[in-house]
């Protein structure tokens, strides 16, 4: 895709980045956190900008030396210190706690896949210092700068069937929509999971999705689906709380007009 959408995202974002502050974008892979990065760095961030990436391990390096003078030396002179994939930097969470509490005026921007918040990495120690912005792939919202209502009307129905990771506009066949989907799916999404958890068989995870996408929007039963699929109840659930914290599924807690009834009813 070569022309940017605007993302709604940008706007709380921008009043959210603020100095000894740090604004972690949140989200699944290839929604389209890094392309929004260097727009930001492009467009909208003044000043002198500071980016890394945590996957390169010479800042692994880097950053691996805690020190309040090494972060300094490193930040000199730069207003933004922004950090893609930073959720592959070990103890990313006290590194930044560092920088942002001795060098002052800095502000901090930093992105992760789902397992950034999995692991945990940033909550404890940067209490009182972040502000959390999650990231979805495309909303309908924000194609209305780049069609009409003919064209949203004629592309609804594909969208509703392959959904709207910001890629699948390269593609103009509903094969090649299906392969790339199909692909993220093995290559990033089973592939987290799985190292996350220490899974070796994706075919149970894979399983409880298909029975979850058959029932979406009703009560779901953890005894039931364990029954299914040969897992314990504490196994399905654990399985399921992953799912969320990856956003591929979104949990609805249950509804009830009696508040404390509404704590122990079924979710959907």
């Known amino acids: 895709m070569n ?13 959210g980045i603020l100095p000894n502050k740090v604004a972690i974008i949140l989200g699944a892979r290839r929604v389209g956190k890094t392309m929004l990065l ?42 933004y210190l922004v950090i893609d994939e930073a959720q592959k930097i070990p103890d990313i969470g006290n590194v930044l706690k560092l920088v942002v509490d001795h060098i002052e005026g800095l502000r901090v921007v930093v992105t992760g896949s789902s397992v950034f918040d999995l692991s945990n990495k940033l909550g404890e120690p940067l209490t009182g210092r972040k502000s959390t912005f999650y990231m979805f792939p495309l909303a309908q919202m924000e194609y209305s700068g780049s069609e009409n209502l003919i ?17 699948l506009l390269q593609y103009s066949s509903d094969k090649d929509k299906a392969a790339y989907l199909n692909e993220l ?18 075919s149970k995870m894979l399983n409880l999705l298909r029975l979850i ?5 009703k009560e ?24 969320t914290k990856v956003f591929v599924i979104y949990k609805v807690s249950g509804f009830s007009r009696n508040l404390r009834s509404e704590v122990t009813k079924t979710s959907r």
């Open 3 to 15: 022309n940017f959408l605007h993302r709604s995202l940008i706007d709380r974002l921008m009043s």
């Open 213 to 217: 996408a058959f029932q979406i929007g």
């Open 151 to 167: 064209e949203t009307r004629a592309r609804l129905e594909g969208r509703m069937i392959f959904g709207n990771y910001p890629e």
């Open 185 to 202: 799916v093995g290559s990033y999404l089973l592939k987290d999971i799985l190292e996350y958890d220490g899974l070796r068989d994706s």
């Open 220 to 243: 779901v039963s953890l005894e039931e689906l364990g029954r299914q699929l040969g897992l314990s109840r504490n196994t399905v659930e654990k399985h399921l709380d992953l799912l």
């Open 38 to 79: 260097n727009h930001l760095i492009k467009n909208d961030f003044p000043g002198k900008i500071l980016s890394l990436n945590g996957e390169d391990q010479s800042v692994v390096s880097v950053l691996g030396n805690r020190t309040i003078e090494n972060y300094k030396q490193l930040t000199s002179g730069y207003d």
